[in-house]
Protein backbone atom coordinates (compact mmCIF):
# COMPACT_ATOMS: atom_id res chain seq x y z
CA UNK A 1 0.00 0.00 0.00
CA UNK A 2 3.06 2.35 0.27
CA UNK A 3 2.82 3.34 -3.62
CA UNK A 4 -0.73 4.25 -2.92
CA UNK A 5 -1.23 5.84 0.31
CA UNK A 6 2.01 6.96 0.54
CA UNK A 7 2.30 7.41 4.10
CA UNK A 8 4.16 4.39 5.55
CA UNK A 9 2.73 3.69 8.77
CA UNK A 10 4.79 3.40 11.93
CA UNK A 11 5.93 0.36 13.36
CA UNK A 12 7.47 -0.27 16.71
CA UNK A 13 11.18 -0.58 17.95
CA UNK A 14 12.07 -4.28 18.70
CA UNK A 15 14.77 -3.47 21.20
CA UNK A 16 13.56 -2.69 24.55
CA UNK A 17 10.17 -4.59 24.24
CA UNK A 18 9.25 -7.16 27.04
CA UNK A 19 8.62 -10.32 25.14
CA UNK A 20 6.99 -13.42 26.67
CA UNK A 21 7.76 -16.34 25.42
CA UNK A 22 5.47 -19.86 25.95
CA UNK A 23 7.58 -22.74 25.89
CA UNK A 24 11.01 -22.19 26.69
CA UNK A 25 12.27 -25.75 24.95
CA UNK A 26 14.76 -26.04 22.14
CA UNK A 27 12.79 -23.42 20.12
CA UNK A 28 12.13 -21.29 22.52
CA UNK A 29 15.54 -20.97 23.89
CA UNK A 30 16.67 -20.08 20.35
CA UNK A 31 14.08 -17.44 20.03
CA UNK A 32 15.28 -16.11 23.39
CA UNK A 33 19.08 -15.89 22.38
CA UNK A 34 18.15 -13.89 19.32
CA UNK A 35 16.17 -11.70 21.40
CA UNK A 36 18.39 -10.91 24.14
CA UNK A 37 20.77 -9.33 20.85
CA UNK A 38 18.09 -6.68 20.34
CA UNK A 39 18.16 -5.86 23.68
CA UNK A 40 14.36 -7.39 24.86
CA UNK A 41 13.54 -7.80 28.18
CA UNK A 42 12.65 -11.55 28.42
CA UNK A 43 10.39 -13.63 30.46
CA UNK A 44 8.87 -17.21 29.88
CA UNK A 45 6.27 -19.62 31.10
CA UNK A 46 6.95 -23.11 30.39
CA UNK A 47 5.10 -26.85 31.89
CA UNK A 48 8.41 -26.04 34.54
CA UNK A 49 11.35 -23.61 35.34
CA UNK A 50 14.06 -24.21 34.24
CA UNK A 51 16.79 -24.19 36.83
CA UNK A 52 19.66 -23.01 33.76
CA UNK A 53 17.35 -20.25 32.61
CA UNK A 54 18.07 -16.86 33.34
CA UNK A 55 14.65 -15.47 32.72
CA UNK A 56 11.84 -14.47 34.73
CA UNK A 57 9.72 -17.29 34.61
CA UNK A 58 5.55 -17.11 35.32
CA UNK A 59 3.55 -20.25 36.15
CA UNK A 60 0.59 -18.53 34.38
CA UNK A 61 -0.02 -17.49 30.73
CA UNK A 62 -1.81 -14.62 31.40
CA UNK A 63 0.45 -13.50 33.99
CA UNK A 64 3.47 -13.29 31.24
CA UNK A 65 0.70 -11.72 28.95
CA UNK A 66 0.30 -8.39 31.54
CA UNK A 67 4.25 -8.19 31.80
CA UNK A 68 4.67 -8.68 27.98
CA UNK A 69 4.33 -6.28 24.70
CA UNK A 70 4.84 -9.17 22.71
CA UNK A 71 4.08 -13.10 23.48
CA UNK A 72 5.89 -15.56 20.85
CA UNK A 73 4.16 -19.04 21.10
CA UNK A 74 6.84 -21.83 21.07
CA UNK A 75 5.11 -24.88 22.85
CA UNK A 76 4.04 -28.15 21.51
CA UNK A 77 0.24 -28.66 20.83
CA UNK A 78 -1.14 -30.85 23.94
CA UNK A 79 -4.57 -31.33 25.40
CA UNK A 80 -3.10 -28.75 28.28
CA UNK A 81 -1.88 -26.18 25.53
CA UNK A 82 -5.12 -26.01 23.37
CA UNK A 83 -6.55 -23.30 23.24
CA UNK A 84 -4.00 -21.78 26.09
CA UNK A 85 -4.36 -18.29 23.93
CA UNK A 86 -7.57 -17.24 24.81
CA UNK A 87 -9.56 -14.21 25.49
CA UNK A 88 -8.45 -13.85 29.03
CA UNK A 89 -4.62 -13.50 27.73
CA UNK A 90 -5.17 -11.45 24.78
CA UNK A 91 -7.19 -9.11 27.42
CA UNK A 92 -4.04 -9.15 29.66
CA UNK A 93 -1.49 -8.74 26.68
CA UNK A 94 -3.40 -5.70 26.78
CA UNK A 95 -4.34 -2.97 23.26
CA UNK A 96 -0.83 -2.70 22.50
CA UNK A 97 0.03 -6.05 22.48
CA UNK A 98 1.03 -8.67 19.85
CA UNK A 99 0.89 -12.19 19.49
CA UNK A 100 3.24 -14.30 17.41
CA UNK A 101 2.40 -17.77 16.53
CA UNK A 102 5.17 -20.00 15.58
CA UNK A 103 4.36 -23.20 17.02
CA UNK A 104 0.89 -24.64 16.47
CA UNK A 105 -2.61 -23.03 15.48
CA UNK A 106 -4.48 -24.78 17.71
CA UNK A 107 -2.57 -22.89 21.12
CA UNK A 108 -4.46 -19.77 19.67
CA UNK A 109 -8.44 -19.51 19.86
CA UNK A 110 -8.32 -18.65 16.80
CA UNK A 111 -12.34 -16.80 17.08
CA UNK A 112 -11.20 -15.14 19.67
CA UNK A 113 -8.23 -13.19 18.03
CA UNK A 114 -10.10 -12.42 15.15
CA UNK A 115 -12.57 -10.88 17.78
CA UNK A 116 -9.92 -9.39 19.89
CA UNK A 117 -8.15 -7.80 16.60
CA UNK A 118 -11.33 -6.71 14.80
CA UNK A 119 -12.14 -4.58 18.13
CA UNK A 120 -8.74 -3.49 19.00
CA UNK A 121 -8.18 -5.34 21.90
CA UNK A 122 -4.74 -6.53 20.63
CA UNK A 123 -2.49 -4.77 18.18
CA UNK A 124 -1.55 -7.47 16.26
CA UNK A 125 -0.59 -10.85 15.52
CA UNK A 126 1.99 -12.43 13.72
CA UNK A 127 0.76 -15.97 12.18
CA UNK A 128 2.35 -18.37 10.23
CA UNK A 129 0.34 -21.58 11.59
CA UNK A 130 -3.41 -21.85 11.87
CA UNK A 131 -6.00 -23.98 13.46
CA UNK A 132 -7.50 -25.40 10.04
CA UNK A 133 -4.45 -25.11 8.09
CA UNK A 134 -4.16 -24.25 4.92
CA UNK A 135 -7.64 -22.29 5.43
CA UNK A 136 -6.95 -18.94 7.29
CA UNK A 137 -10.16 -17.17 8.26
CA UNK A 138 -11.08 -15.12 5.67
CA UNK A 139 -11.55 -11.85 8.61
CA UNK A 140 -7.57 -12.19 8.92
CA UNK A 141 -6.87 -10.98 5.32
CA UNK A 142 -8.80 -7.50 5.55
CA UNK A 143 -6.90 -6.39 9.13
CA UNK A 144 -3.84 -4.04 8.75
CA UNK A 145 -2.71 -5.11 11.70
CA UNK A 146 -2.14 -8.91 10.99
CA UNK A 147 1.08 -10.41 9.19
CA UNK A 148 0.26 -14.12 7.54
CA UNK A 149 2.36 -16.26 6.52
CA UNK A 150 2.56 -20.19 5.81
CA UNK A 151 4.60 -22.57 7.75
CA UNK A 152 7.94 -22.65 5.44
CA UNK A 153 11.38 -20.92 7.58
CA UNK A 154 12.41 -24.67 7.57
CA UNK A 155 12.11 -24.73 3.91
CA UNK A 156 15.93 -24.06 2.85
CA UNK A 157 18.59 -25.64 1.30
CA UNK A 158 20.63 -24.99 4.74
CA UNK A 159 18.02 -26.61 6.93
CA UNK A 160 17.33 -29.99 4.57
CA UNK A 161 21.68 -30.40 4.97
CA UNK A 162 21.38 -29.88 8.57
CA UNK A 163 18.64 -32.49 9.02
CA UNK A 164 20.07 -34.85 6.72
CA UNK A 165 23.49 -34.84 9.23
CA UNK A 166 21.25 -35.04 12.65
CA UNK A 167 19.98 -38.50 10.70
CA UNK A 168 23.36 -39.64 9.54
CA UNK A 169 24.57 -38.54 13.17
CA UNK A 170 22.38 -40.52 14.67
CA UNK A 171 22.16 -43.07 12.85
CA UNK A 172 26.28 -43.50 12.68
CA UNK A 173 26.14 -43.39 16.70
CA UNK A 174 23.29 -46.06 17.07
CA UNK A 175 25.15 -48.75 15.27
CA UNK A 176 28.42 -47.88 17.21
CA UNK A 177 26.27 -47.98 20.24
CA UNK A 178 27.50 -44.65 20.99
CA UNK A 179 24.89 -41.76 22.93
CA UNK A 180 22.89 -39.95 20.09
CA UNK A 181 23.57 -36.92 18.50
CA UNK A 182 19.89 -36.04 19.23
CA UNK A 183 17.47 -38.02 21.91
CA UNK A 184 14.05 -36.93 22.44
CA UNK A 185 12.55 -36.33 25.88
CA UNK A 186 9.91 -35.98 27.98
CA UNK A 187 10.66 -32.97 29.81
Known sequence: MWPVQKAYPLGFKLGGKRVGIVGMGSI??????????????????????????????????????????????????????????????????????????????????EKELVQCLVQGEIGGAGLDVYENEPNVP??????????????????????????HQLIVGNLKAFFSNKPLVSVVSND
Open 28 to 109: GSEVAKRLSAFGCSIAYTSRNKKQLIPFPFYADVSDLAANSDVLILCCPLTERTYHIINKDVMVALGKEGVIINVGRGSLVD
Open 138 to 163: NELFGVDNVVLSPHCAVLTPESFEAV
